[in-house]
């Protein structure tokens, strides 16, 4: 069975910076995409920054230039490096993976348990 654990949340000041990590763990499984979502009080979980197995990244608008998406495929690891932190990136942050478990049909989506991040204004 394959989990996602999540760390690295906390509370920042407003221009700070943190760096969430997300490991892959189990057994006998191929990683595809990775990604962080967010998701704050009273609205709909939001995309925040993709990486395919090759490295290609996506960026939400509202972050582009200040967080950094990485992954260490060796660790089965992504990460999520936040710089400038603003109050309004308040969320709780959740980590996806599109990962094949060896002898299953496809592959499926994965979520982490979810971060808190609190950016203090």
């Known amino acids: 069975q394959v989990q996602l654990v999540e760390s690295g949340g906390g509370l920042v000041q407003a221009g700070g910076s943190l760096r969430l990590a997300c490991a892959a763990s189990?057994?006998?499984?191929?990683?595809?995409?990775m990604g962080w979502y967010r998701q704050a009080p009273g609205k709909q979980r939001e995309l925040v920054a993709t990486?395919?197995?090759?490295?290609?990244?996506n960026y939400a608008d509202s972050v582009k230039g200040r967080f950094t998406i990485s992954r260490d495929n060796a660790k089965n690891t992504v990460y999520l490096q936040m710089n400038s932190l603003k109050p309004e990136d308040t969320a709780v942050y959740y980590c996806?993976?599109?990962?094949?478990?060896?002898?299953?049909?496809?592959?499926?989506?994965?979520w982490g348990q979810g971060t808190q991040v609190t950016v203090a204004s």
């Open positions: 990486i395919t197995s090759r490295d290609i990244t």
């Open positions: 189990g057994s006998s499984f191929l990683v595809n995409t």
């Open positions: 996806n993976a599109e990962i094949w478990a060896i002898g299953s049909p496809g592959e499926y989506d994965y």
